[in-house]
């Protein structure tokens, strides 16, 4: 399916959002992190205004560069960004072992690249399951566009409260989504009640690696770079996330930082990197859009506001390169833990 376009991009800045009240909730946005003033105390209580701004903010910036999904993937020499996209979501349908007709839950599933990937991939139902108002209404329509509409939906709602009874799904993902949780343990142990006995749950995590000094003034730049830029409460650590699993219950059966491919994860955003099919994503490609989205806002095709989006957008790719570079952070911390048949807690 072909990327959106420069209008597309334009119209969709604030998502849900009254046109009107894009700068304003750009500015409440910014106050909720480091570099305004912000606490993580504050973007953890009120997480779901936090990240439902973000989301409204920036869709339509990810559509335009990114596509569908909504992640990263390290590469193989050779692959196209798109062939590794998919090949990063058919690995975690593989490590699930899914089988037709299971019916599969995607936790916080962005406008549904991967669900509708991953559903054609491996003849499975998907629901989606994702707080954003805007991002269903655009999954709705590209679910529609697929033909997947019959066997794959949406639900909004808060993965930290599913509307779904206990032991409902055949397995669960998660890509780059649960890093927005306020709490790990809160969000996996919903996963875990939701999930039928002896079945798995997979998942990318943002995670600071062991490599993260928090008395770094460095390290903690970066960590807040990434956590202005991507809507995030706080970045967890490798090791906090497993303790969460396994206090919600899991069996922890594969883990592996997949950082060690050829071509680094965060390439696409590199200033040094140059390239033709994920131009929008360059340095180059990045500059265009960016007085492209201001000569919009100045003939109000773009809400006002729109080029403050970009600016924190830049934020977040100076601190994923670098964050990336140095090792101290990754997107795609992957696990697969299982619930076992009978809760012996
Ligand atoms: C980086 S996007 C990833 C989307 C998708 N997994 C993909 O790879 O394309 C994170 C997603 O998590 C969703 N999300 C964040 N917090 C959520 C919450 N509390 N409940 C449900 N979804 C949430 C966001 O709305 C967004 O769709």
Redesign the pocket.
């Known amino acids: 399916m072909s990327k959106a376009g420069a209008f597309d991009l334009a119209s969709g800045v604030g998502g849900k959002i009254d046109k009107t009240e894009v700068l304003s909730a750009v500015e409440k946005y910014e106050k909720y992190h480091v570099f305004y003033g912000g606490e993580e105390e504050e973007r953890k209580a009120n997480?779901?205004d936090m990240?439902n701004k973000y989301?409204d903010l920036v869709t339509s910036f990810y559509e335009f560069g990114w596509g569908e999904?909504?992640?990263f993937a390290a590469r193989w020499n050779g692959e196209s960004l798109k062939e590794s996209i998919k090949r990063h979501e058919h690995f975690l349908a593989l490590q699930l072992g899914l089988k037709p007709g299971q019916k599969v839950l995607?936790v916080?599933?962005?406008?549904g690249?991967?669900l509708r990937e991953i559903a054609r991939f491996s003849s499975t139902s998907v629901t989606g399951?994702?707080?954003?108002e805007y991002?269903i209404t655009r999954g709705k329509e590209l679910n529609r566009i697929a033909g997947v509409e019959k066997t794959c939906d949406f639900v909004k709602?808060?993965?930290?409260k599913m509307p779904f009874p206990d032991n409902t799904f055949d397995a669960v993902y998660?890509?780059?989504?649960t890093c927005?949780?306020p709490d790990a343990y809160g969000c996996y142990k919903e996963i875990y009640r939701v999930l039928k006995p002896g079945q798995c749950f997979a998942a990318y995590e943002w995670c600071m690696t062991d490599a993260f000094d928090p008395n770094n003034a460095e390290h903690q730049k970066i960590k807040a770079e990434i956590e202005i830029g991507d809507g995030l409460p706080d970045i967890r650590l490798t090791k906090k996330c497993l303790e969460a699993l396994k206090q919600a219950g899991f069996e922890v059966i594969g883990r592996k930082i997949l950082l060690r491919l050829p071509v680094p994860w965060y390439l696409p955003l590199d200033k040094n990197h140059f390239s033709l099919s994920s131009f929008r994503l360059t340095a180059l490609g990045r500059f265009f859009t960016r007085n492209m989205v201001k000569a919009l806002e100045f003939v109000g095709l773009a809400p006002k506001g729109s080029q403050r989006v970009q600016d924190f957008l830049e934020k977040a790719a100076e601190g994923l390169v670098e964050g990336g570079r140095k090792e101290i952070f990754t997107p795609m911390y992957f696990f697969l833990a299982r619930k076992p048949l009978s809760d012996s807690r």
């Not at 916080?108 to 406008?111: F, N, S, T």
């Not at 399951?129 to 954003?132: D, F, I, V």
């Open positions: 997480y779901t990240v989301y999904s909504f992640h995607d916080g599933c962005g406008i690249g991967p399951l994702n707080n954003n991002q709602a808060d993965f930290m998660a890509i780059e989504a927005h949780a």
